[in-house]
Every structure is written in C-alpha cells, then in structure tokens.
C-alpha cells in the first residue's frame, strides 16, 4: 500500500512539474524557483528508508557546467570578456564561472551537518562540477522574465553540447525588484539541460551564485522539502534563514546540507534516465577539461605581436601542454618548420600571453592554429583547439573611421581622459600596452558601441605600474590610433 502511494505521489509530482515546465511557476521573492523530474520509482522508494545510512561508496559522478553571461549590446550589465560591471569586483566573467564552480564544489566537499537534525549522518555527496567552457552574448535579449513566452525558447538556443553538458545562464531582470528594499531580487529556475539565475552578478551574498548553481543542478532529482520531496529525513517546514540549511530549501547559509535521503537520489537519478547523459566520468580521478578564448582575428602589435589566450581551469589539471602552428588556412595544414609544442608541468592554465610564455614569434597576416591540452597526474587529458589571425590593422586611420586622438593629462597619475572624435557610428576597443616588452597590459574597452561625434574617457591608473605604455584606440571600422603615455604615481 505504501508503495502504491508512493508512485502516486511520484506521478503527480512529475504531472505537476511538466505543468509548472509550461507556466513557469513563480516562488515567492528572493527564491529559486523551478522544478524538478524524478528518478524511477524503485530507487525513490530505496532513498526513502527511514535512517538511511550513508553509502558512500558510489564513485563521484563529474558533470560539465556552461556559464553564460548575457550583456547589453555594449556590453553592460554584466561580467564581460575583461571586466566585471559591478563596482569594486576585479573579477572578470572567466574568473568568476571559475570562482563559482570552485566554490560549488568546494562546499560540496564540505557538506554540514542538518540544521534541523543534527543526528543524521553527513554523507558524501556523489557529485563535482566542471567548468567547461564561458561564453559572453551580447544581445537586445539581456533584461528578461521566465515568464516571457520566448524565455526557455531564446535561452536554449544559446546552449552549448545541450545533449551532454548543463548550461547556466546569468542575466539580469528588472521586473525582480523586492518592494521593501527597492534592491533586486533574485533567483534561479531549472529547465531540463539548462538553468538561469537572475540578478546574481549584481550581488554581494557571498556563495550566491554556486549555492544557486547546486540547488538548480540537484533539481534534477530533488524537490523543495516544504513541497514534499519523498525524503522522510527533510523537514517540510521552510524556516527561510532560520536553522533550516538544506540548500533545496530557501536557505540562506552558507554552509549547507543534503539529507542521506536526497543523496541517495541524487546518486540515482545521475545514473540512469535522461540525466545520466550529463555524467562525463565518475571515479577517484577527477576530469579536466580544457577551454581557452581567443578572438578569431587580433591586430598586430607595436613591436612584437602577441596572442592572449584566456583559459579557464577545470581546477582538476596539474599540468598544461601549449602547442601552436602556422597553418596555411582555416581548417589547413601546417606549415613545415613552424611547429611549437611544450608542456608545462605543475602549472594550471590561466590567462596567457603566448609569445611572452613560449617565445614564438607570431608573423603579421598568417593564420594559427593553437591547441591547450591539460592532464592531471592520475591520467585525465582533455585538449582544445583554435584558430586565430594576426591582422595588420594599418589601415588610413584618419580618413575612415577616427581622429583627435588626445591624452591628457601626460605623465598622469590617478586617471587619463582620453578623447577623440569618431566619424561614425562604430564599437571601439582600447588596449594598453608596455611600450618597451609590446605586452597587453590591459584591455579597459572591448567592442563597446559609441556614436559619432567627439567622446571621452576616464581610464583610471590605479593599478597601472609606473611606466612608459602605449594606448591603442581600434574601432570595429578598422580604424586604429596610438599615443604614448607614461604613469608616474
Ligand atoms: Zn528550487
């Protein structure tokens, strides 16, 4: 009888969540929100055993999570390719799907004892995150609501390898705004491969935003306690931040905690069904995966042409192997003579400059085919490859697309106002460079849209180093401008 009203409950909690998967249910204010399927009966009536004891031999499962960031057109709104918009956080939108990941992870590692019964044993939790690639959209499409009839249609159309990898969306929402504060509120929603969470990048809670990327991940297989979860271990009360700190309740800690009972779900639904899909290798020894960004054409450089790659790590890899050549075009073969390959070993990949890190010497106007692979020391490899072109952007400057370049004040201290008058309307892009070693030193505008007429800018020197640098100014017209500047704090 238990059992008969048990896959009853099962049924119509899938009846129910294939029902909010169509009207977007909406949770109160500051919440996830979402629903999630279930795995098959038999293994919810296993995890549903009155003091379940921990099995904490399942080998841990390690899914690949996308982070996408939706930015204005210009590129507002958001952590972009360079920088974060929220005041006062350097991070930039690699650093920060890498900050989230890890930290996800890390409090997975670190799970808590429940707040509302302390005596049930802390198990493992069978599951780790992978970042598997960042990507930045830039589209008319940056502010919107679950409840915009487009919302899973737009976003799943964003997804990256949807059939084998989770994909995150961050986006901001201006419906969301809490009456009592008049600060955002924000939340997250589970939709089968791909999951969005709101607001989360113009906040200050600290795990935020890999609490959120758990709780929507874990909705693969578990419900919200105060909904009915068929966990007889969870409290069915929501305490909001009280001593509930179950992170499928509404908790707000950040320390957290899974019963035995979701555990063992969550173990269930990753190894069978339409979830298992996302498992890209279980074991002791952890996946890597490498990823690295790199633009498809980069102008070349004052003195020496250089190439920056920004990696992102899997945080598993302990070595990285760099490998370039000139091809002779896109998809080609490679030029003889002109191979580079290097590991290097105890190292993790990051943001690198490769002429400065391998001493190639990059030639202008010749395409190149550059591949990252990471290893870790128990076995795992995982390679990426890309193509990019140096370009020589020498165009006439002046007559298409910019002029009056000016510096002021030079030598500077604080800040720099840069001005120019554009002829156009047209995205421009600054790049800072050592004037003596030509390396990148910084990158404070990319592809930012501005109109026609005379512009300035306030670039801040704060964490410039004395020196003498070049500033160049590329507008997506191929116009290009130099001058010289040297900070002196
Ligand atoms: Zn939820």
């Known amino acids: 009888m238990k059992k008969i009203q048990q896959f009853l409950a099962l049924y119509l909690k899938t009846l129910a969540c294939i029902l909010l998967f169509f009207t977007y249910f909406v949770e109160s204010v500051n919440t996830q929100q979402d629903c999630g399927t ?40 958001n952590f972009t390719e360079t920088k974060s918009n929220r005041s006062g956080d350097l991070m930039n939108g690699y650093e920060r799907a890498d900050y989230l990941i890890h930290d996800a992870n890390w409090m997975m590692d670190n799970l808590q004892p429940y707040g509302f019964n302390p005596s049930l044993p802390v198990c ?22 679950y409840n915009w009839s487009q919302y899973a249609t737009f976003l799943n159309s964003l997804q990256v390898n949807p059939n084998e990898e989770l994909n995150f969306f961050f986006h901001y929402d201006h419906t969301q705004i809490n009456q009592s ?8 929603i589970h939709q089968g491969s791909h999951s969005s969470i709101w607001n ?15 709780h929507e991940v874990f909705h693969s297989a578990l419900s919200h306690p105060f909904q009915g979860d068929n966990c007889d271990d969870t409290n069915t009360q929501s305490s909001w931040c009280g001593t509930d ?30 979830y298992a899909r996302f498992v890209a290798g279980q074991g002791d020894c952890p ?16 003195t020496t042409n250089e190439i920056g790659i920004q990696a992102s790590a899997s945080f598993n890899e302990d070595n990285y192997l760099l490998e370039i050549d000139r091809i002779d075009g896109p998809g080609g073969n490679p030029i003889p003579g002109t191979h580079f390959s290097q590991w290097y070993w105890n190292q993790k990949a990051g943001y690198i400059l490769l002429h400065q890190r391998t001493g190639y010497n990059f030639q202008t106007d010749r395409l190149y085919r550059i591949k990252l692979g990471v290893s870790n020391s128990c076995g ?84 410039i180093p004395n020196g003498l640098y070049w500033l160049q100014l590329n507008t997506s017209l191929g116009g290009i401008q130099h001058l010289l500047f040297s900070v002196s704090h």
């Open 380 to 463: 795992q490899y995982h390679e990426m490859t890309k193509e990019t072109k140096i370009k020589s952007c020498t165009v006439d400057p002046e007559s298409c697309c910019i002029s009056q370049l000016l510096l002021s004040p030079n030598p500077s201290s604080i800040e720099i106002n840069i001005s120019y008058t554009l002829n156009a309307d047209q995205n421009i892009s600054i790049f800072v460079f050592d004037a003596y070693t030509g390396n990148l030193v910084d990158n404070p505008y990319y592809n930012f849209a501005q109109n026609e007429g005379s512009q300035q800018i306030t670039y801040p020197l704060n964490e």
């Open 181 to 188: 504060t008049g600060g955002l509120n924000h939340g997250g």
């Open 245 to 274: 700190n179950n992170v499928m309740s509404y908790t707000c800690h950040y320390w957290w905690n899974l019963t035995p009972c979701q555990i063992c779900n969550l173990s269930a639904i990753f190894s069978t069904g339409y």
């Open 287 to 302: 996946i890597v995966n490498a990823f690295f960004d790199v633009p498809s054409e980069i102008c070349a450089g004052l």
């Open 38 to 77: 279930s795995s098959s009966v038999s293994e919810i009536i296993d995890c549903n055993q009155a003091n379940l004891p921990c099995d904490n031999s399942k080998p841990i499962k390690y899914i690949k999570i996308n982070v996408h960031y939706l930015l204005t057109p210009d590129g507002k709104h």
């Open 124 to 145: 493992q939790v069978p599951v780790r995150f992978v970042l598997s690639g960042v990507y930045f959209h830039r589209t008319s499409n940056w502010d919107i609501n």
């Open 200 to 214: 989360d990048w113009d906040l200050n809670a600290t795990n935020y935003g890999s609490r959120t990327i758990c």
